[in-house]
């Protein structure tokens, strides 16, 4: 049997990393711009603080394209943010301690999610799961559109090999490899808009670049 869970930021959130987009603003907003760049101090001067998502700020960026008047502003702009948040992940992830009970817990939820359901819904999926009573292992695949690895730092903590307890029946939980659709704070991080009509600078829609940098459909 294979199951799927899809992990957000509030997965982060909840492990006390400080991780929304309004903890980032902050942060970058403080940071000392070079002299040297002044695209970098505009957009800081305009970014808002009203923004209360990442989808927000990637929304807000794509419209503030129309400010930049050259490919190399914008990439001295993009480079800038998506460094700076690269950074940002991994210093709230460094900070955060990994406990092999809390990893242990976490095992626990995987191999039994329904427990947090109502009850019409838990009894639903503990009816199918005796349809594979007898099968094992159970694959358990892990998809996250976050840039940290805190899941991975979890899963470290603790032993893969051993059996773990579904409806009280001794099952092997064979946990596949995450998948970051987003990218990792060290590798490919994905930061954009949806579709190319959300750049507000026509010239920059027309830019291979920037579409491959920007455009998440053309980033993964």
């Not at 809390?102 to 019409?120: T, V």
């Not at 490899?177 to 987003?182: E, M």
Request: proline residues 4%.
């Amino acid at each position: 049997m294979n199951i799927t869970f899809l992990f957000g930021n509030g997965f982060d959130l909840q492990l006390g990393m400080k991780t929304r987009y309004s903890h980032f603003y902050n942060y970058y907003k403080k940071l000392p711009t070079p002299e040297n760049k002044p695209a970098i101090k505009e957009l800081k001067d305009k970014l808002s603080d009203d923004d209360n998502n990442w989808s927000d700020f990637e929304l807000e960026f794509g419209s503030y394209c129309k400010e930049f008047i050259s490919i190399e502003d914008f990439e001295t702009v993009f480079d800038d943010v998506s460094t700076e948040l690269a950074k940002y992940i991994s210093q709230k992830q460094n900070r955060f301690n990994f406990d092999v009970d809390f990893a242990l817990s976490i095992i626990q939820c995987l191999g039994s999610p329904e427990k947090f359901l109502q009850r019409a819904d838990r009894e639903k999926i503990e009816g199918f799961k005796k349809n594979w009573a007898n099968h094992s292992p159970w694959y358990t695949n892990l998809i996250t559109f976050n840039y940290s690895t805190s899941l991975e730092n979890l899963l470290k903590k603790i032993n893969l090999s051993n059996n773990i307890s579904v409806q009280g029946v001794q099952k092997q939980l064979k946990i596949n490899p995450v998948i970051h659709i987003h990218g990792t704070t060290s590798e490919y991080m994905v930061l954009g808009v949806n579709e190319i009509s959300q750049i507000s600078n026509t010239k920059l829609r027309e830019n291979p670049y920037v579409i491959s940098a920007l455009v998440k459909p053309e980033c993964n």
